[in-house]
């Protein structure tokens, strides 16, 4: 194995990380990695996917969430154990498995400062972008404010986000990449005198007295804010099936994290689980990355993500599988087979319909949890607290943003030396980006056959307006909404391509009959890399919503202007297809098949629930029966919750079943939350002098 192995090398968008190349060691062999990049990265792009075995059943440990949210990549680093998803690669470091139970005898303390006091008007938790933006209108007003996050960027989830955003061009940078989105917001704050962020700054709890514990490279810090905003995002909701914590199997969030942030090729053939809009541009994300996506499966009767999404991923070849819903993940050591099948009304599995692909990643999409307990003890300990973006309420990183930036607006009424109100146009753009999708509506492309004019393949209402902010001659307009409303083109077109470039969705396309009334030149957008074209190839051109057209000819491309990493394809293409052309296939259906024989599913019951202390379904589901209702009696009896990620990924799952088991949920007394929110050494709140003082 060497450093490349599992590297991404060619990306259709993104360039490659400027890092100085470090040796460390893995269970005594030497490897190398980016400095800074997360240990599990570094682990991981070796080829090393299996990071140890559960002391519990040897059952092998890897990657699940890389947000630090599960444990499942402990390992032990310089001798401490540690989530090594958020600890930077340094030079040297002694990385190895955490087979079995860690001796504790003689490990070094942190060497960092003593604790340090810090008052601060505005303290926010999290970098993202609801944070950022408030943070901008906190700077406006000089208000002075502290921005804490986890990760050595600022960005959030916009930084895992490659594909274009959708929602108001003048009010959240639609048609902008989510990257670039993050490098506006960080530079915006960069000029701000009143505004400071901390990176790599984890938040360990918020207390009785106002303050707020938060570890930083340099030691402990306890901060006392007038006013506390609480931006930390969501965590991924797991799902629990046999299988589930084979190493291959990731939160959608995680995989982006290895393939978008760090550039680490962590699979060759995926299968997407969840029909939303995280697992919807996983699969697409999967796809500019080179890899096989060989499908995805949706519970419900229709994806519950935008549909532009679903089409976009359709027409490249991907299957997607509604009504149905994952049976098991197959493997001994790591993911290798993957098992759906059709369910009904209620969600159970419809016995003769399953079927199985082989694969070694399955991405599981489905859902989001607020991060808001930091904020839930703060009015509980009586502190100014308020919350924004998904912390707040599950939507687009758009209207992360806008929340945001009216919380910042409310702070400052409360706090600034000058007036600010906040009009009722904010309020309803802030809830009009969080729209999830309105109507899809009957669709009829054209029916010209001379001149040159756009197509717009897109049928359902979603707030997204870039294709009618950019035209020049103002020829895409609505008749409906002006965000909510499907665009609608109207006169005579320059064809200049601007509209086909800038679509979040990749729904527009150019037909131009101005040389050929038999064989029109047919503009599509495409962003997954030009090695993969030849001029003269034949392509198989397809729909709106994937069906087969037949064939067309590259006569050639070229990147959009003002869109450097857009190519703009041009396909001679036969006439009576021209105007329902909307993409082209790049996957060969032979090679996404499933098994002539689906593999056998063992027992929903053996399934885990409890990740770090593996507890499974039907162990759970005993105790329910037997009348546990309070989960902390319940992790009493079986460890569940008492792991190290705090019960952050089983608590929603033995939610599920009691729901299962027709329990209300005011019979069930959840866990009760308690600092420290991350597990931290003693010797980080105890610190050393500083010998300079």
Not at 648 to 659: F, P, W
Not at 676 to 691: C, I, M, S, V
């Amino acid at each position: 194995m060497s450093f490349q192995e599992k590297r991404i090398y060619r990306h259709p968008i993104l360039g490659q990380p400027d890092a100085e190349r470090v040796e460390f060691t893995f269970n005594g062999q030497p490897v190398i990695g980016l400095e800074g990049e997360a240990v599990s990265s570094a682990v991981f792009a070796f080829g090393i996917h299996i990071f140890g075995h559960h002391n519990a059943d040897e059952s092998p440990q890897g990657m699940f969430c890389a947000n630090g949210q599960c444990s499942q990549c402990t390992l032990l680093i310089d001798g401490i154990p540690m989530k090594s998803c958020i600890v930077p690669l340094k030079r040297g470091m002694d990385v190895r498995s955490l087979e079995g139970l860690p001796s504790l005898e003689d490990l070094p303390g942190p060497d960092v400062l003593i604790p340090v006091k810090v008052q601060t008007r505005v303290l926010i938790l999290g970098a993202g972008p609801s944070g950022m933006a408030a943070a901008i209108e906190l700077g406006k007003a000089g208000i002075d404010t502290i921005i804490v996050d986890d990760k050595d960027r600022p960005g959030g989830k916009l930084v895992l986000q490659t594909h274009k955003f959708f929602g108001s061009e003048a009010d959240c940078y639609a048609g902008t990449r989510g990257i670039h989105i993050a490098e506006l917001l960080a530079g915006e704050i960069s000029e701000m005198d009143s505004v400071d962020i901390w990176l790599n700054s984890i938040v360990l709890g918020v207390f009785s007295d106002g303050t707020v514990g938060i570890r930083c490279e340099d030691g402990y810090r306890i901060v006392k804010p007038e006013y506390l905003l609480v931006a930390t995002g969501a965590r991924e909701k797991s799902l629990s099936f046999p299988g589930c914590t084979l190493p291959g199997v990731y939160g959608a969030g995680a995989f982006q994290t290895l393939v978008n942030r760090d550039l680490v090729r962590c699979a060759e053939r995926i299968f997407v689980v969840g029909g939303g809009n995280v697992g919807l541009i996983g699969a697409y994300h999967a796809l500019q990355a080179g890899m096989t996506v060989v499908g995805l499966a949706e519970a419900l009767p229709v994806c519950g993500g935008y549909k532009v999404h679903a089409d976009k991923i359709k027409r490249l070849g991907v299957p997607i599988y509604t009504g149905h819903s994952i049976i098991a993940a197959h493997g001994n050591e790591q993911v290798e087979a993957v098992t759906i099948a059709r369910v009904d009304d209620s969600f159970s599995p419809l016995p003769g319909t399953e079927r199985t692909w082989e694969v070694d990643t399955i991405l599981v999409a489905v859902g989001l949890n607020p991060i808001d307990e930091f904020h839930r003890k703060a009015l509980d300990f009586g502190m100014k607290s308020m919350i924004a973006g998904d912390a707040e309420e599950i939507a687009e990183a758009s209207a992360a943003m806008f929340t945001g930036r009216i919380r910042g607006l409310e702070i400052v009424a409360e706090l600034g030396s000058v007036r600010v109100s906040i009009h009722d146009e904010l309020m309803e753009k802030a809830e009009i980006l969080k729209s999830p999708g309105g109507e899809v509506l009957p669709y009829s492309p054209p029916e010209e056959s001379t001149g040159v004019f756009p197509v717009l393949h897109c049928t359902q209402e979603i707030p997204c307006n870039p294709c009618m902010t950019i035209c020049p001659k103002g020829l895409i307009g609505t008749s409906g909404h002006p965000i909510m409303g499907l665009p609608e083109f109207h006169g005579e077109c320059l064809g200049c391509e601007k509209c086909v470039a800038v679509c979040p969705g990749l729904a527009v396309t150019l037909v131009d009959f101005r040389n050929s009334s038999d064989r029109p030149i047919v503009t599509v957008p495409f962003e997954l890399g030009e090695w993969l074209l030849e001029e003269g190839m034949e392509m198989t051109v397809t729909g709106w919503e994937g069906d087969v057209l037949g064939k067309a000819i590259l006569t050639g491309w070229k990147y959009a202007a003002g869109f450097p990493k857009t190519l703009l394809l041009k396909l001679e293409t036969p006439a009576p297809i021209a105007c329902r052309t909307a993409g082209v296939v790049i996957q060969d259906p032979d090679e996404i098949k499933p098994l002539p024989v689906p593999l056998e599913a063992p027992l929903h019951d053996t399934a885990v629930i409890c990740r770090c202390e593996r507890v499974t379904a039907g162990e759970i589901r005993e105790y329910i029966r037997a009348g546990i209702r309070d989960m902390n009696h319940l992790k009493v009896l079986t460890r569940a919750g008492f792991g190290a990620c705090g019960g952050k990924t089983c608590s929603t799952l033995i939610e599920r079943i009691c729901r299962e088991e027709g329990i209300p949920p005011e019979e069930i007394t959840p866990f009760t939350d308690r600092p420290l929110f991350a597990e931290t050494q003693l010797g980080w709140f105890a610190g050393k002098e500083n010998d300079d003082e």
